[in-house]
């Protein structure tokens, strides 16, 4: 479909009606219908002029079709967390914005706290069949009412070198073993982040998983030391360490905490393979002189079997907060118009529909088959209030077991009990 630019729209329309967008606002200064929006700092106030004129387009196209109505803008910083809790505080007390973004890590503790409301008169059933799997389980309820609509998403795969790793590795064995085959050739076998920080946490999560693992219960309280969580944490564990003690990953591991790291690498010529998001590609692609990203190549994230697999999921979702049918509606039909599929294509965004990689020429590829079809295995991080603790005790444990200053039972047994002291303090 073809999308007017910003100044072309602004040409065809009278004076009167040409400051349909402002910093704070959206449509006419005197519009009788008002919904106020806090979006992220990502699209129409993108500090790149491009984003931020094109969204401009999407925005004033979409208002004129509905003059009687006026978005005043709020804006969040990119401090997620606390940006996230005072919306949440907002809308329990009653004085949150008629629609919101949403961390797509946070839609189950805004589903439970009961601030999300229905935008059943958007979306059709059809349209929530089509949303991959994660994405469906998170945006509705038990009754099946869409609470939010969670318009873009990522997540985690395996970066190989194919002239040093032919075949992709379906298993954790078989990526071990490529690994240590290019670490004895000279090369950086499998490096993945262990640094002291989120991304840590959250990539190693994939395997523990693709086993099933659950890191809290349906009262948001931890669990993953007892049980079959912890024998498939220990697994996951051992996974990583027996990557580093063999050599198959490099000691400096423990120390990369930017993904930014893997790209240098593969532009230096050192590492075989490493664990990294989907917006990489792109990024090596542009990077990389053409006879060399030639080389490199993605597949799923190897599980402890070929048929367990899993990956790390993130985005944002955008929900309505108002019990204002008109406004609710409004919000939707947002989502549905300028963000899933037509803000999506233009930033290189993945959308969670399946029917919208066929829609956008900017989906054409391989790599986005395969991202669309490992998203099936995606999982989405708890959206319980204890999460951000179980990440820092996870950073910390594999800090100390890859660098062998603790042994994984005693590591896992005291993040558990970090955990669990941490969540009987809330």
């Not at 089509?130 to 038990?142: G, S, W």
């Not at 930014?260 to 990077?287: H, I, K, P």
């Not at 490199?296 to 599980?303: F, K």
Request: include cysteine; charged fraction near 20%; aromatic fraction near 10%.
């Amino acid at each position: 479909m073809k999308r007017l630019t910003l100044a072309a729209l602004l040409a065809a329309t009278p004076a009167v009606a040409q400051d349909l967008v402002t910093r704070d606002r959206v449509g006419l200064p005197d519009a009788p219908n008002v919904m106020t929006f806090r979006l992220t700092p990502y699209d129409l106030y993108s500090a790149d002029a491009a984003t931020a004129e094109h969204f401009a387009g999407l925005f004033t196209e979409f208002i004129r079709a509905r003059p009687d109505w006026r978005i005043e803008t709020q804006l969040q910083t990119g401090d997620i967390g606390p940006e996230q809790a005072r919306l949440l505080q907002q809308s329990q007390a009653g004085r949150g914005p008629d629609c919101a973004m949403v961390d797509s890590s946070q839609l189950a503790l805004f589903r439970d706290m009961g601030v999300l409301q229905p935008m059943n008169m958007v979306f059709s059933q059809d349209e929530v069949a089509d949303l991959f799997p994660y994405v469906r389980e998170a945006v509705t309820n038990e009754a099946g009412d869409v609470l939010a609509w969670w318009w873009f998403t990522d997540l985690r795969v395996l970066y190989r070198d194919t002239s040093v790793v032919p075949e992709a590795p379906a298993t954790w064995e078989e990526a071990q073993a490529a690994a240590r085959a290019a670490a004895d050739a000279g090369r950086e076998g499998l490096l993945f982040n262990a640094g002291r920080w989120e991304g840590t946490a959250f990539d190693w999560l994939a395997n523990f998983w693709a086993q099933g693992g659950r890191l809290v219960d349906d009262a948001g309280a931890p669990v993953f030391g007892a049980g079959e969580n912890r024998a498939a944490f220990l697994a996951a564990i051992a996974y990583y360490r027996d990557l580093v003690e063999s050599g198959a990953a490099p000691a400096r591991v423990t120390s990369i905490t930017n993904y930014d790291a893997f790209n240098a690498a593969a532009a230096a010529g050192s590492a075989a393979m490493f664990v990294g998001g989907n917006w990489q590609y792109g990024q090596l692609r542009e990077t990389l002189p053409e006879a060399q990203f030639a080389n490199w190549a993605v597949s799923e994230l190897p599980g402890p079997t070929a048929d367990q697999r899993a990956t790390g999921t993130g985005g944002w979702a955008i929900a309505a907060l108002s019990e204002d049918p008109a406004k609710r509606a409004l919000c939707g039909e947002m989502a549905k118009e300028i963000y899933a599929g037509p803000g999506n294509a233009y930033q290189g965004l993945l959308p969670t529909s399946a029917a919208l990689y066929d829609e956008y020429d900017a989906y054409d590829g391989p790599e986005f088959d395969l991202f669309a079809e490992a998203l099936r295995n995606g999982v989405a991080r708890p959206g319980a209030a204890i999460y951000p603790e179980i990440s820092n005790q996870i950073q910390i444990l594999l800090g100390d077991v890859l660098s062998g200053s603790a042994e994984p039972e005693a590591a896992l047994d005291a993040a558990f009990e970090a955990a669990k002291a941490a969540h009987a303090r809330q």
